[in-house]
Structure formats: structure tokens, C-alpha cells
């Protein structure tokens, strides 16, 4: 099994008008090392190419994709 951990994607509730301020996502950006939200086509690519014949050796790992955010908290 393999687990794909995200955090911080950027999702249409966050951009609509009853979403979160520009200010509040600006300082979570500012907390990522990329400096900027992750886009759900970039877990939606690592999804496929995990499904594909390309990865068949691939087993058993956790992919963090969130930017390097877990790794400078750290």
C-alpha cells in the first residue's frame, strides 16, 4: 500500500467569496518553503503516475506532497 499525506492544496472553497481572506492564505503561503499552495492536478498527476506501470516496483512508501512544509517544521 502506498499513502499519498497532502496538506495545504489549494481548493475552490478557499478562492470563493465566503472562503478564507486573501491575508489568511498569503501567511500560509509564507509558511511553505515552494511559497505557495499546492494545485489538486499536482496530487492528481502523482496519483497516476503511482498507478501506472511506471511505479509497479513502488511499495509500500508515504509521499508527502505539500511543498517541503512538513520537513521545515521539523
Known amino acids: 500500500m502506498t499513502v499519498i ?3 495545504h492544496v489549494i481548493i ?3 478562492l470563493s467569496p465566503a ?3 486573501a491575508e489568511i492564505i498569503r ?3 509564507s509558511g511553505i ?3 505557495r ?3 489538486p492536478e499536482e496530487i492528481g498527476d ?3 503516475f503511482l498507478a501506472s506501470e511506471k511505479a509497479d516496483y513502488i511499495t509500500g512508501v ?3 506532497v505539500d511543498g517541503g512544509y512538513v520537513k521545515c517544521t521539523m
Open 12 to 14: 475552490s472553497a478557499l
Open 62 to 64: 508515504t509521499v508527502q
Open 37 to 39: 499552495l499546492g494545485k
Open 27 to 29: 501567511r500560509w503561503e
Open 19 to 21: 472562503g478564507h481572506p
Open 5 to 7: 499525506l497532502d496538506s
Open 46 to 48: 502523482l496519483v497516476c
Open 33 to 35: 518553503p515552494s511559497r
